[in-house]
Each structure stands twice: as structure tokens, then as C-alpha cells.
């Protein structure tokens, strides 16, 4: 294929779009290759098309390869299916849900679990049919709460969805490691650089799951690496500290410790209290700060929880959300206190709780938070704080959160060991093993070998194919622009005519035919009256991997081949370019 500039559909900028966040997105839309179309909704132009379509074709091949087959599902569906599995209602905010003329209830698919199961179900029924892996690359439709970053986060996404059906436990293990296996070879193709973690399956319900996660600092999602393995944050498990004997340990006792609401006043005040002075100083994490969440359950009822943590340490709400899931969580506001006029903001400790008295505010604590240890707490009461209030003797809780932001050093259980590093990353692939939770709610069963009905496990293996053009362009692209990986870029020669001499542009078109033959395609800059600066300035910034310069050397022979990656510059014969341009790939 030739394309040419002064033909193609296509508009460079210089400015960064005004709501670009992440270099991804900014680029893909100043290179012409998308345009904002609705929020968290993306038009393809002709070049990002192209890089789209390869990227898809690498994803194909490789489940092709795999022996998985493709189908294709309509993503606007009826409500039955999912009301069975309760999706409909899980799914939460995030689902499209819509009505037909008549007034019946239909979804844009966040995702298709369901419609494989009845599927297979439909046509399948005994073991000699399994294995079975089915898959789709198809546009699917979430609600986001923040639709961000462009491509990374829509409301309307390309994604490449696989299921797969097995007998039993064993067979479900085999599957997975197929899906495995190929989406390694898929982001190997994808030159996408990735760590695999360990996942917690959240909505979907499994058991065994893994992620991909492209490390970059546009990633929403925070992975940890201990000795052990990697995990994402969401799913490690922090090790909890050793209880302690509670006999010797000293009453507690109530302190006057005005204005000392937050953590930071109460440990200065401590430190510096004639009273309460102690020889090595007291620290944030002598304390126990006990945070209040509001909790809303699928059916809409409202509790409360607190949740008691060191006091050097934060909530963090990604992991918070994932713990409670399916339930909603947010932290407590002014409006949930004035509910509450036992709870003293600033000063709540365990008593006020309902520990006691079993009032009954749900109250689960850190996995630090151990039989006989001990702490400095609210008192329920404004400027009052309780020393020495020992967790197994003065209060025993509901039982533990593991919820707390992480850090290096942390002891896990899962993954095992100190935790060594924490980088953030963006979400490509995940593969969950699902069990038979779709396949009991919706009776898909086989007969087995001994003619007996049998549930089917099934496993669920998502790509998010347009967020891996974006992660493509984030991992590679330099202050100047793109620099797309030679198995994405939407075309492989990039020929830039520098020059006004009509020889040149006859020279550029044949060096394009012959790059062709070769199967090589090329984007041939052939416009006149645009400046060579703004032609190599645009170059840059559509970031096709090999350009070509052909300009004022070319009376001598010689042609500039630029390579984008890795930034060498070299002259080369005309006769000898193709054979060069061919190496590069
Ligand atoms: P996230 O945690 O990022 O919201 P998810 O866990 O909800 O993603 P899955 O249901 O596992 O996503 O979907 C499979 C893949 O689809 C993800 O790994 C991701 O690559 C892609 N994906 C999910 N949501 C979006 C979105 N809103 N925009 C683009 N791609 C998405
Ligand atoms: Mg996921």
C-alpha cells in the first residue's frame, strides 16, 4: 500500500489537546490518529485505523494459533440472561441498560460471560465436546465512572474476550495456561512490555486469576513485588503481626489531649506532654485511628463500618473497594456524623463503636491489630484520648480488614515475602479461572463419561484490544512524538520528499513501488508547499519507524534512513534501500 499526505485524511497539531492527561492520549490525537467523539468515545482516522486493524490481527492470530475459535455476539442483548446470574443488578452503575420500543429491558454488554454459556449451552452436550474455547474481539460498553486518558479508560472499547469450557478442575488448569501461553505471544508481538500478577477476581467472581499490567505511570492500577511473586495491590495479603501475651499489661488510662483531632496533633502533643513523655518518642503508629466508611449493599440499604488501622497508615481505597465488593463504599462525610452523635469525630476509639455495648457499627481492624497489642486511641470524647487500650483485653473486634495502603518493606502472605517494590501499571490482559459459577446459574452441564450430568467450568480471558494501541503509544513514543513498534506501525516506511525538484518526488515514487513489491507499505509525504522542518517535525510525530529522507543527496546517490526506535541516522545508496529498510524489519 501507498498512502500519501496530500491526500490523506489527516490534520497534525502542535498544541496538547486541553483535556489530554497522559502522553498516549495527547499524541494519538495531535499524530491524527483519533478524534473525541463523546466522552470515553474515540473516532478512528485512517492511520489509527490501520495501527487498530494490526494490533487486532495479532490478537486474531494468536488465539487462532491457539486452536481457540472466533464468533461474534450482537453487544445489545436482553435482560434475561444476566438477570440470572445478577449482573443485571451487580453490575452496578457501570451498566448500559436500556428499552426497546416495547418496553423490554436490554443491556450493551459490559462483557459476555452469559451469552458463551448459553451458547455452548445450546449446542453442546457431553464431554466429547470439551475442551472448548470460543472467543470475540467486539466493542464493549461500560459506564465509567471517570472515563479517562483516552483510550485507556472508555465508555465504548474494542476488547477480545475468551471463554473456555472443560469437564473438570484439571481440564479448567489447561485452558488457563493456553490463554496464558498465547497472551505472552500476543504482547510480545505487541512489543508491549508486561508483568503478570496475581489478581483478585472481584466482579466476575472466580477463583485463580492473573493480570497483565503494562508498567507506566499513566496506570490506574498498583501492583506490589515481594521475593515471592507480584501481586496486584488490590489482591495481596498483608501478614498479620504475632499476637502478644495481654497478662502484665498496664490498665488503660484516659488523657486529656486537647485539639489533637488529627493523628499528626496527637502524637506532637503526646511527645511533648510532660505526662505522657516516654524515653523514645511516640510515632503515628502507636496509635490506632479508626476510620468510619459508608457501605451500600445491592439492594440499596446503607451500613456502616469502621475500620481501625495504624495510625501511620491510610485506607487505601482501591484495595477498600475491592475487599467490600459488591457492596459500595464511601468515606464518612459531616451529613453521616451528624446520623451518629456517639461518634465524636476526631476521637473515636472502639467503645464508641458499640464494642461494648454492641450497638453495632461493623468494626474490622488491620491485620497489625493483634490480640495484646496495645494503643493510643479516641475516648469518644472531644480532646480525650485512651493510652494503653489493648486489642483482646479492652475491645475485640469484628474481625479483620487487610485494607491499608502498602509499602515497601511490608511483610505478605500473598505474595509471599517482603514486599521489594510498588509501581503502577495499566491493566491489558486479565484471565480468570471462573469455575462454574456462570455454568450452575445458567445449567450449562454435559454428561460425562459415565453418563451423568455435570456442571462445566469455565475460564474468562479479556484483552483490552483498543487500550493496547494506547499502551503501544505510551510505552513508546519520546518528546517528539510516536515510535511505533514495527508490527503495529500503520505504515512501514515512512518516505519524506525533501525538496521541490520534480526528480525527487519521480525518484520517491519509484523507491515506493519498490518497497511495495517487497511487501513493504509506505506513507509517501508529497506535499508541496509544506516545509521540509514541518515535514520532519510531522514525521517525528506520526512515529512510522523507518524514514526515509530523500533530498539533497540524492544527486549523489544516496538516500537518509532514520530509524524512529532507536534514533540511528544513515546514508544509504538508493540501489541498497530496500535491502536496508527490509533489515530494519
Ligand atoms: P479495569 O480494572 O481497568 O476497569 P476490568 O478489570 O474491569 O478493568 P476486565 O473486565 O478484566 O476489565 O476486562 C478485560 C480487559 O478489557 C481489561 O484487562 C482491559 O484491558 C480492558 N478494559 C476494561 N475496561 C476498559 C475500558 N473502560 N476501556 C478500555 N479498555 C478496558
Ligand atoms: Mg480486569
Redesign the pocket.
Known amino acids: 500500500m501507498q498512502y500519501r499526505m496530500s491526500e490523506l485524511f489527516l490534520r497534525t497539531l502542535r498544541e496538547n489537546p486541553a483535556d489530554a492527561e497522559v502522553a498516549s492520549h495527547s499524541l494519538l490525537i495531535r499524530a491524527g490518529y483519533l478524534r473525541r467523539a463523546a466522552s470515553g468515545g474515540y473516532t478512528w482516522l485512517p492511520l489509527g485505523l490501520m495501527v487498530l486493524q494490526k494490533v487486532t490481527e495479532i490478537v486474531r492470530e494468536e488465539m487462532n494459533k491457539a486452536g481457540f475459535q472466533e464468533v461474534h455476539f450482537p453487544a445489545l442483548l436482553p435482560r434475561e440472561p444476566y438477570e440470572a446470574t445478577n449482573r443485571w443488578t451487580e453490575y452496578g452503575p457501570a451498566l448500559f441498560r436500556l428499552q426497546d420500543r416495547r418496553g423490554a429491558d436490554y443491556l450493551l454488554a459490559p ?1 459476555h460471560e452469559e451469552m458463551f454459556t448459553l451458547l455452548v449451552k445450546d449446542l453442546y452436550s457431553s464431554y466429547k465436546d470439551l475442551p472448548l474455547s470460543l472467543y470475540q474481539i467486539q466493542t464493549k460498553y ?1 459506564d ?1 465512572a471517570r472515563p479517562r486518558a483516552g ?5 465504548e ?1 474494542i ?1 477480545k474476550d475468551s471463554y473456555s469450557f472443560d469437564l473438570d478442575d484439571e481440564g479448567l488448569v489447561v485452558s488457563y495456561q493456553k490463554h496464558r501461553d498465547a497472551y505472552q505471544k500476543v504482547f510480545e508481538r505487541l512489543v508491549i512490555d508486561y508483568v503478570i500478577v496475581s489478581a483478585q477476581s472481584g ?1 466476575m467472581g472466580g477463583s485463580a486469576s492473573e ?1 497483565f499490567l503494562a508498567p507506566a505511570d499513566a496506570g ?2 498498583t501492583y506490589v513485588e515481594t521475593e515471592g511473586g507480584a501481586a496486584n495491590v488490590e489482591a495481596i495479603q498483608i501478614k498479620p503481626a504475632q499476637s502478644i501475651s495481654i497478662t502484665d499489661l498496664p490498665a488503660a488510662q484516659v488523657h486529656d489531649t486537647p485539639d489533637t483531632a488529627t493523628i499528626e496533633a496527637l502524637v506532637n502533643f503526646c511527645n511533648q506532654n510532660e505526662s505522657l513523655k516516654r524515653s523514645n518518642q511516640w510515632t503515628a503508629a502507636d496509635t490506632l485511628k479508626n476510620v468510619l466508611m459508608r457501605l451500600v449493599s445491592q439492594d440499596g440499604t446503607t451500613s456502616v463500618l469502621a475500620i481501625g488501622i495504624p495510625g501511620d497508615r491510610e485506607v487505601d481505597m482501591r484495595r477498600l473497594e475491592a475487599a467490600v465488593y459488591p457492596e459500595i463504599v464511601t468515606p464518612f462525610t459531616d451529613e453521616d456524623f451528624a446520623k451518629y452523635p456517639t461518634l465524636v469525630k476526631g476521637y473515636i476509639g472502639p467503645d464508641a463503636l458499640g464494642i461494648k455495648s454492641k450497638s453495632k457499627i461493623e468494626y474490622l481492624v488491620d491485620p497489625r491489630v493483634v490480640s495484646g497489642t496495645s494503643w493510643i486511641t479516641g475516648a469518644n470524647r472531644t480532646g480525650k484520648h485512651v493510652f494503653g487500650l489493648v486489642m483482646g483485653r479492652d475491645f475485640n473486634p469484628d474481625g479483620q480488614i487487610d485494607v491499608a495502603d502498602v509499602r515497601i518493606g511490608d511483610e505478605c502472605v500473598v505474595p509471599a515475602g517482603k514486599v521489594i517494590r510498588l509501581a503502577r501499571g495499566i ?4 484471565i480468570f479461572q471462573l469455575g462454574r459459577k456462570y455454568a450452575q446459574a445458567l445449567d450449562l452441564k454435559v454428561l460425562n463419561e459415565n453418563g451423568e450430568q455435570v456442571v462445566v467450568t469455565m475460564g474468562s480471558y ?3 484490544v ?2 493496547a494501541v494506547a499502551v503501544i503509544a505510551e510505552q513508546h513514543h519520546d518528546e517528539r512524538g510516536l515510535r511505533w513498534p514495527r508490527t503495529v506501525t500503520p505504515a512501514d516506511v515512512h518516505l519524506v520528499i525533501a525538496g521541490k525538484d520534480e526528480a525527487l518526488a519521480i525518484a520517491a515514487n519509484q523507491l515506493a513501488d519498490q518497497l511495495n513489491a517487497q511487501r513493504l507499505s509506505v506513507l509517501i509525504d508529497d506535499r508541496v508547499g509544506v516545509s521540509v522542518g514541518v515535514k520532519f517535525n510531522d514525521a517525528e510525530l506520526i512515529g512510522i519507524p523507518t524514514v526515509v529522507v530523500i533530498g539533497k543527496k540524492y544527486a549523489e546517490g544516496l538516500v537518509e534512513v532514520r530509524d524512529r526506535f532507536t534514533g540511528a541516522v544513515d546514508d544509504v545508496l538508493l540501489s541498497e534501500l530496500v535491502a536496508k529498510v527490509k533489515q530494519l524489519h
Open positions: 462483557t461500560r465509567e483510550l485507556l479508560r472508555g465508555r472499547f476488547m466482579a493480570e490506574e492500577d491493566e491489558v490482559g486479565h479479556g484483552i483490552g483498543t487500550r
